[in-house]
């Protein structure tokens, strides 16, 4: 009997969960039980591997959580003033530590951009979208980044090469476990939630999150946009 796309979704949540406790509990046994005849080489590139599972553990874990959030409308933003170049290139320095062998070519707006947005929500777009980049960018280490300023909102584009997205298929990509049909398909690690979350945050900022794929270049590009920073507005709004 095949399973509905809930089911499918715990099936695929359980397995993501085992996989990071499986490897944490092997190489911790090993090491205990082997400590003496390990190199420092091995020891250091064993604890790697523990520190790199448990970090997955750890996101997974945080999507979860962060799905509840948003379900239960519970998540609380702070509009503040942010640089839109600034919050680029911090979230390029984080992906960048876990993808060290990529190329983040910054294409950054020549004059300084500021958006009214929640600095953590938006650092957790931008990371989670840069880090689906270089998963899923197959015939290219180079991914593609930019800033730059459309009508009333900053656009943050990253854009890799290797990976085609259907145009039917484009507003399935941000529903919730629509990633677990592809999952079997694709060697990316991931529980299909991260989409889903960014979306829903920067829906929530009052911007979006376009997708423009090319199949003859086989490229995809995720464009995110924040409403762009105007005192004039806000001294409005607060009566000043």
């Known amino acids: 009997m095949k399973k509905n796309i809930k089911e499918e979704f715990i099936s695929t949540l359980s ?14 046994q090993t090491m205990l039980s082997s400590w003496d005849k390990l190199s420092d080489e091995k020891k250091k590139e064993f604890l790697s591997i523990i520190l790199n599972q448990s970090q997955r553990l750890i996101n997974l874990v945080e999507n979860v959580l962060n799905v509840a959030k948003i379900d239960s409308n519970s998540q609380n933003f702070i509009p503040v003033k942010i640089n839109v170049n600034q919050i680029m290139q911090n979230c390029i320095n ?10 983040f070519k ?3 707006s020549k004059n300084e951009l500021f958006s009214l947005a929640d600095n953590d929500k938006t650092q957790q777009i931008l990371i989670n979208i840069l880090d689906n980049a270089a998963k899923y960018s197959i015939n290219s280490k180079i991914i593609e980044v930019k800033t730059f300023n459309k ?16 145009n039917e298929d484009i507003k399935k990509i941000f529903e919730k476990f629509y ?17 889903y979350i960014a979306k829903n945050l920067a829906d929530k900022m009052n911007g979006t999150i ?15 946009f924040l409403p762009i920073y105007e005192v004039e507005k806000i001294t409005q709004k607060i009566g000043i």
């Open 15 to 28: 397995h993501e969960i085992r996989t990071p406790l499986t490897s944490i509990k092997g190489f911790s």
């Open 94 to 103: 984080i992906v960048q530590m876990a993808h060290k062998d990529y190329v």
């Open 106 to 108: 910054f294409n950054k």
């Open 151 to 166: 009508n009333d909102y900053n656009v943050f584009s990253i854009k890799n090469y290797g990976s085609y997205i259907k």
């Open 179 to 195: 990633r677990v049909e592809s999952y079997i398909s694709s060697s990316a690690q991931g529980s299909g939630l991260g989409l």
């Open 210 to 224: 376009e997708v423009i794929s090319s199949e003859k270049e086989k490229s995809c590009e995720f464009q995110v």
